[in-house]
C-alpha cells in the first residue's frame, strides 16, 4: 500500500518537472520581442477565418501572430477564440485614436512594421500614454460585447449584480454587455508584458511598465465608467406593462472623447528609486486610476525626424481662420502655409416646376485649401 502511494508521488512529480520544463523550454524558444501586440489591429482575421481549423488545438494562428510576448502567446493560445475579437478591439481603437487627433499635430499615424506607432513607441510620452489607453478600451469593448453575442465559448451575457437603486418593478438582466469578463481579460492578456520581465528596480524599464500598465488600466476603467444601465419598454402597442433593464456599454466614439480630456490633462510622473511612480512636480495633484501618465516629454512633431519617428506637419491642410490646433499658425509652427484654389462646379439656384422636373443653374464655387509649408 505504502509503495504504492509513493509510487504515484513520484509519477506527480516526474509530470510537474516535466511541465515546468517544457514551459522553460518554451520560453526559451520564444524570444523577448520589441514588437508591439497593437499589431493585432493589422491582422485581417477575416482572411484568416476560411481556415476551418483556425481555433482548434493543432492551428498554429498563436505563432503566426507578430508583436506578441510568450506571456500572451500561452493567453492566445488558451483564448484562440478571443483573437478575432481583440484584433477588432485593436483595430476600432486605432482608428479612434486617428479620429481624436486628426487636427493635431501628432495625428496617430500608423506605421506597418511591428511597433505599429513606429519608434515613437519608444518614447513614454502622453501621445504613447493615449494609445494604450484607447487601445485597451476599444480591446475591452469587443470583449465584453462578443461575451454578450455568444461569440466566445467561456462566457455569455453580464451577470452583474441588479443595481441598488433600480425602479422594484423592473425586471433586471436581460442579455447585458459583459464588461466584467472584458475588463478581466484584457487586464490578463494586456497587462501581462509588463510583468513578464523582470527589470530593474527604479529603472527606466521599469517605469515604462508602471506607465503602461497605469494607462491601460485607465483604458479600461474609461470603458467601465462611461457604461450605462439601459431599460426597455415591452407591452401591447408600447404599453409598456414590462420594463427590462441591463448593462450597455457606450460606444467607443463616447469614450475616445472622454480619454482625449485625459490626455489633455494627463500627468507627468517619474520613477522613484524604490520603484513607484511618483508625481515629478510635487505641486501637481495626484492622478487617479482613470488619468493618464507619462513620463517623458513628447518629441517636437513640428518637423520630420525619422529617428523619432515624427512625420512633421509640412504637407498637412489646416484651417486658416482657425485660432485653435487645427489652425494653420499652430498646426504649421509659424512656418505659413501655401494656399491651393479649386473650382468647383455644381448645381445650384435649383426651381422646382409644376409638374414635375427640377431645373438648375450651374454655379462654380472656388474653395481653398490650406497646407502647411
Ligand atoms: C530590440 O531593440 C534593442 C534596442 O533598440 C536592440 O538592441 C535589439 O536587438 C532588438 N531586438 C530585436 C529582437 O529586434
Ligand atoms: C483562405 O483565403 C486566402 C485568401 O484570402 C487563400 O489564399 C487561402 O488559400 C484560403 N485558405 C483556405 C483553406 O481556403
Ligand atoms: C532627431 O531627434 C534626435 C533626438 O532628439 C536628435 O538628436 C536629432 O538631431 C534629430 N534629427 C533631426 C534631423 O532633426
Ligand atoms: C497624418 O499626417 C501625415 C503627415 O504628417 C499625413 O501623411 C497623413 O495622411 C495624416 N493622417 C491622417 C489620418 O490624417
Ligand atoms: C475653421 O475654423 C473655424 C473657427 O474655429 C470654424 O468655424 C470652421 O468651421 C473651420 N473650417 C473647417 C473647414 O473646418
Known amino acids: ?100 487627433f486628426r487636427d493635431r499635430r501628432w495625428n496617430c499615424t500608423v506605421t506597418t512594421d511591428d511597433t505599429v506607432f513606429g519608434p515613437l513607441t519608444f518614447i513614454a510620452s ?31 451575457c453580464s451577470r452583474a449584480a441588479r443595481p441598488r437603486n433600480l425602479h422594484n418593478e423592473w425586471v433586471w438582466g436581460g442579455c447585458g454587455d459583459n464588461l466584467e469578463y472584458g475588463y478581466k ?22 517605469g515604462r511598465q508602471l506607465m503602461n500598465r497605469h494607462n491601460n488600466e485607465a483604458g479600461r476603467r474609461a470603458v467601465i465608467k462611461k457604461s450605462r444601465v439601459t431599460c426597455k419598454c415591452h407591452g401591447v402597442s408600447g404599453s409598456c406593462s414590462l420594463i427590462t433593464c441591463w448593462q450597455q456599454l457606450a460606444s467607443l466614439r463616447e469614450i475616445g472623447d472622454y480619454l482625449r480630456d485625459k490626455y489633455d490633462g494627463a500627468t507627468e510622473v517619474k520613477v522613484s528609486r524604490r520603484g513607484k511612480l511618483r508625481l515629478s512636480n510635487p505641486h501637481y495633484s495626484l492622478p487617479t486610476a482613470q488619468d493618464l501618465v507619462y513620463l517623458e516629454d513628447s518629441p517636437n512633431y513640428c518637423v520630420k525626424n525619422s529617428s523619432l519617428g515624427s512625420l512633421g506637419t509640412t504637407g498637412r491642410v489646416c484651417n486658416r481662420t482657425s485660432a485653435g490646433i487645427d489652425g494653420c499658425a499652430l498646426l504649421c509652427c509659424g512656418r505659413g502655409y501655401n494656399t491651393k484654389r479649386t473650382t468647383v462646379r455644381e448645381r445650384c439656384g435649383c426651381k422646382f416646376h409644376w409638374c414635375c422636373h427640377v431645373r438648375c443653374n450651374t454655379c462654380v464655387k472656388t474653395t481653398e485649401i490650406y497646407t502647411c509649408k
Open 126 to 156: 502622453r501621445e504613447t500614454a493615449f494609445t494604450h489607453a484607447i487601445t485597451a478600451a476599444g480591446v475591452s469593448l469587443s470583449v465584453s460585447r462578443a461575451c454578450r453575442d455568444g461569440r466566445l465559448a467561456s462566457c455569455g
Open 185 to 206: 481579460f484584457t487586464e490578463g492578456f494586456v497587462d501581462i508584458r509588463e510583468r513578464e520581465r523582470k527589470v530593474k528596480r527604479g529603472s527606466r524599464e521599469q
Open 1 to 100: 500500500m505504502a509503495s504504492s502511494s509513493v509510487f504515484r508521488f513520484l509519477i506527480l512529480l516526474a509530470a510537474l518537472v516535466w511541465i515546468v520544463a517544457t514551459e522553460d523550454g518554451r520560453r526559451r524558444r520564444e524570444p523577448w520581442t520589441n514588437g508591439s501586440w497593437f499589431t493585432m489591429g493589422l491582422v485581417e482575421f477575416e482572411k484568416w477565418s476560411n481556415q476551418t481549423e483556425l481555433f482548434s488545438d493543432k492551428s498554429r494562428m498563436c505563432s503566426r501572430i507578430r508583436g506578441l510576448t510568450p506571456g500572451q502567446r500561452r493567453v492566445c493560445r488558451r483564448h484562440k477564440d478571443h483573437m478575432p475579437a481583440v484584433a477588432v478591439g485593436v483595430k476600432n481603437g486605432i482608428t479612434e485614436c486617428q479620429h481624436q
